[in-house]
């Protein structure tokens, strides 16, 4: 148990549809990074959060949107949703940002585009 | 910009048999190098690290050595089990891009009893 927690575990979906997924990290740690994962792309990075600051952004379109709050928890929203839009979408988080450090990865969640 | 290139899976080896898995990367300056390992309906999980050239990272009976003049980070290990069996990623961090971990496709390991 990496201490990173993520919900849902399976989302399934219809085109077009909003739907909004939640990511805790672990104790302490203030960076959290969002990753979509698919057969064709591989594990993309999508976006880092800082203490509730962006502070890298990666392969993330437009459509799609991420915010950390105050109490670090994170959420990434998925708005008109396609079908290619289908993966695993994991969170991780590290003790800060800027240098290699450890990335402490959640279970995914597993959106199905329908 | 920066990426990582791995050998294509799947590999499929018997119970003790040597395991290499071949990673290359491009990239300016620098990079730290990491294995990150997937077992099936898991996250990923940090598996070794190197900092700089010639580090060598270990861990659970895997190493990887960073070698800067071939810009490669392969993983070995010398006795494979069945419970090996998972996704291995390979990943630099690209300082020069806000700090993103940058993951080579994966390779698929099988270990057969």
């Known amino acids: 148990d990496s201490g990173v927690t993520q919900t849902p575990k399976h989302l399934i979906t219809a085109t077009g549809q909003r739907v909004t997924l939640r990511c805790s990290p672990r104790s302490g740690d203030l960076s959290v990074y969002w990753y979509q994962q698919s057969l064709d792309q591989g594990l993309q990075f999508l976006i880092q959060y800082y203490n509730g600051e962006e502070r890298a952004k990666g392969n993330i379109l437009e459509r799609f949107s991420a915010q950390q709050f105050p109490d670090l928890h994170s959420e990434l929203n998925l708005s008109s949703l396609e079908l290619g839009d289908s993966a695993l979408y994991f969170c991780a988080s590290s003790v800060a940002g800027g240098q290699p450090y450890e990335q402490y990865f959640g279970p995914g969640t597993r959106l199905t585009v329908t | 910009g920066d990426s990582v290139t791995q050998m294509e899976g799947p590999v499929t080896l018997s119970e003790e048999a040597f395991l290499t898995i071949n990673c290359t990367y491009t990239?300016?300056?620098?990079?730290?190098l990491f294995w990150y390992v997937q077992y099936p309906g898991e996250g990923l999980q940090l598996l070794l690290k190197a900092t700089k050239a010639d580090d060598k990272g270990s861990n659970k009976g895997f190493e990887a050595t960073y070698r800067k003049e071939t810009t490669s980070f392969h993983l070995e290990k010398g006795s494979v089990q069945v419970s090996d069996s998972a996704v291995y990623f390979c990943a630099l961090f690209a300082y020069n891009q806000g700090g993103k971990l940058i993951f080579g496709q994966g390779t698929e390991l099988s270990v057969k009893p």
């Open positions: 990239a300016t300056g620098y990079p730290s």
